[in-house]
């Protein structure tokens, strides 16, 4: 990982839980796992650390998380690209 890499992601993390905030339940400081988005990567491969997500343990890995029956987004009605776009709005300025 590279310095620049590493630097966004820690301001990522800082962003606090994506679906969390997006449910409006969610405050910037929750820790956080950083999710490297699925959707357009091969089923072994993981995409680029600039197209990652800050969620939550239970929204990372839980049950109802993106590694889990998925029933997170569709509570949100959102895709991870839709959430990527969460974080790119906000790490842009």
């Not at 679906?19 to 959707?39: S, Y």
Request: charge should be positive; glycine fraction near 10%.
């Amino acid at each position: 990982m590279t310095r620049a890499e590493s630097a966004y992601l820690g301001k990522v993390a800082r962003l606090g839980c994506a679906c969390c905030q997006l449910l409006g339940v969610g405050e910037e400081d929750t820790p956080v796992e950083i999710h490297h988005i699925r959707e357009g990567q091969g089923m072994a491969q993981r995409a680029p650390h600039w197209l990652a997500v800050p969620l939550c343990v239970p929204c990372h890995r839980g049950d109802r998380g993106v590694h889990g029956d998925r029933s997170i987004l569709r509570q949100l009605k959102c895709t991870e690209l839709e959430l990527l776009s969460w974080v790119i709005s906000r790490t842009q300025s």
